[in-house]
């Protein structure tokens, strides 16, 4: 049995799983980002994409995002098989943060469940926008340039029907 050390209390994984879980909104319909959330969505972390691949199973796969207003926005190459797969079925999960860290701590994270349309990226906004995010502005503009001249670009945006706390 593991046992976690949080707030001063001792927990069980399994207690921290069953208690600590926060459901923000679970009816399937469009949720508001909660301040705590959005506060959280500023750091830029790594998410992890899983979407249900053609065999049934999920795919998953670590991407950058950014926020416009209560959706995730994702940048993609049309031409990739989480695009393919989202095309035949957009349910999809997105998972930030989380997890122990490699000094043993346990991080807080969030599960983001939803709906993802494809879209266009008119005059590469997004594209702009969210490399600026995760890289150094001379790496930024670089990639920008290479992604937009070499790739068809595209933003995968998950309306959120239900956001999870994960630790």
Known sequence: M?????????HTL???????EQRFYDDGAKIVLTPEVREFLKTPL???????????????????FDVDAD???IISDRKTRK??????????????????SAEGQIGTGYMFKGDITVEADP??????QVTHRYEAPEA???????????????ILR??????????
């Open 2 to 10: 593991i046992v976690v050390l949080l707030g001063g209390a001792r």
């Open 14 to 20: 399994l207690e921290l799983a069953c208690e600590f």
């Open 46 to 64: 790594i998410a992890r994409l899983s979407v249900i691949g053609a065999d049934g199973y999920p795919h998953t796969v670590p991407l950058w």
């Open 71 to 73: 959706d995730l926005i």
């Open 83 to 100: 695009v393919d797969y989202l095309v035949n079925n957009p349910k999809a999960n997105l998972c930030i943060g989380g997890g122990e």
């Open 123 to 128: 005059d590469y906004k997004w594209l702009k």
């Open 140 to 154: 930024a503009e670089k990639d920008i340039e290479t992604w937009r001249t070499t790739l068809d670009m595209i």
């Open 158 to 167: 998950l309306k959120v029907v239900k956001v999870t706390k994960v630790y």
